[in-house]
């Protein structure tokens, strides 16, 4: 594969992996994703930023060799980890001469997870520069979003940012340069719901740092290049904010219908009193869009039948992944239905001990939903609605 110049003898060297379903072994992957690598030419020195994932390293390797890349000189790791550095083994065998260049806190993970030898990495401070001859690489410390690891480097002269996984997608393309399309900016959405949404007060702190540098164009280290760095900023300075939406998600599994009948009741009176109302069946819908919706969630509302004496595994696992996710929601409660017993409330509750939120009386009922059931969820309703308007 012919690689792609961005400008400037700066080319894109990474690969689309169409195929992969799921990232992590937890986040589906709607159409797969790309790993990005970026191939910087200078003067006197050669540098590659960010490598590959390594069932694709072959491929990779070989459009190198097809690119006629003789020699790098310095690899960059902005991020230890292997979707980005699982071809740096095979990679210091093919240039025996490249160092790779990165800071402590990733030299250390790549020795320990890819077994790099230490005499084969060079390790920088924030704001330190090398040069290429006519280009200069700047490094930027950027721990918290996503790794303690992570950092950026910034191509001084063309004033390009690579930000390694910030502001990236799990997006792949043809055009290596975003469109600023709908579709993008829902999978930039995603992306940031399930892997940067933890680190939100960091996203906040590096869009700004991002904003005051102004670079030409934003390379993350998945899915496309940002010729207009304004489009994902303005998305991340939103999704990242303190301020969430007028949204009630509601998260449920239904086992005999009875859960199912109190979400639907409580969601016609979020909507009559002009409340958006997300519900999402753990069991069936797609867990990216339960992230999503996080993302601008005013307030959880927790559904969940019983199995034995605990919360049904597929509600316990929403609840589990919202308290990992941190969103920035206010309020939250919990409606449940059981048969013959057990302790719903009492061990979802202690599954999002995380969030900060305000808890709303919660309902458990036995069986199916009755005269007083619907008057509890009526105060329920009213309780949020007076909170959210």
């Known amino acids: 594969m ?3 110049e961005i400008k400037n003898n700066i080319y894109y060297c990474g690969l689309n992996d169409c195929e992969r379903k799921i990232f992590d072994e937890l986040i589906p992957l709607e159409q797969g994703t790309s790993y990005n690598s970026y191939l910087v030419k200078g003067s006197e020195k050669i540098a590659l930023i960010d490598t590959m994932y390594l069932p694709k390293s072959d491929e990779y390797i070989a459009n190198l060799d097809e690119n006629e890349v003789t020699r790098v000189d310095y690899i960059i790791a902005n991020h230890g980890e292997q979707d980005h550095t699982g071809a740096l083994p095979k990679l210091i065998k093919k240039y025996p001469e490249a160092m790779i260049v990165t800071n402590q806190f990733c030299k250390n993970n790549i020795m320990e997870m890819l077994l790099i030898p230490e005499d084969r990495i060079q390790v920088i401070k924030n704001n330190e520069e090398l040069s290429l001859g006519d280009k200069t690489l700047r490094f930027l410390m950027a721990p918290g979003v996503h790794w303690p690891d992570t950092m950026f480097t910034y191509i001084v002269e063309d004033n390009l940012l690579c930000t390694c996984d910030f502001l990236g997608a799990h997006y792949t393309f043809d055009d290596i340069f975003a469109n600023d399309s709908e579709e993008l900016m829902h999978s930039a959405k995603r992306y940031y719901a399930e892997i940067m949404m933890p680190f939100r007060k ?15 164009m934003i390379l993350p280290s998945h899915g496309p290049i940002y010729k207009n760095p304004k489009f994902i900023l303005d998305l991340y300075e939103d999704w990242s904010s303190d301020e969430a ?3 009630v998600l509601i998260p449920y599994v239904s086992m005999y219908g009875s859960v199912t009948e109190m979400v639907n009741y409580l969601a016609d009176k979020f909507e009559a009193a002009g409340i958006k109302v997300v519900k999402h069946d753990v069991v069936t819908d797609d867990l990216g869009d339960l992230a999503m919706a996080l993302v601008d969630a005013k307030a959880i509302i927790l559904g969940g039948s019983m199995v ?24 939250a409660s919990i409606v449940g239905s059981y048969g013959w017993g057990g302790d719903l409330i009492d ?3 202690g599954m999002v001990s995380n969030l900060k939120v305000e808890i709303i009386e919660p309902i458990l009922v036995k069986g199916k939903a009755k005269f ?4 509890k969820l009526d105060k329920m309703a009213a309780d949020f609605i007076s909170r959210m308007q």
Request: proline share 8%.
């Open 2 to 4: 012919k690689f792609k």
């Open 347 to 349: 061990k979802l509750a």
């Open 202 to 216: 960091m996203c906040q702190k590096y869009t700004k740092q991002v904003q005051e540098i102004n670079p030409e």
């Open 308 to 331: 034995l004496a605990s919360p049904h595994p597929a509600i316990a696992n929403a609840a589990y992944l919202a308290n990992l996710l941190n969103p920035k929601a206010k309020y």
């Open 372 to 375: 007083e059931t619907y008057q």
């Open 245 to 247: 939406k007028n949204l």
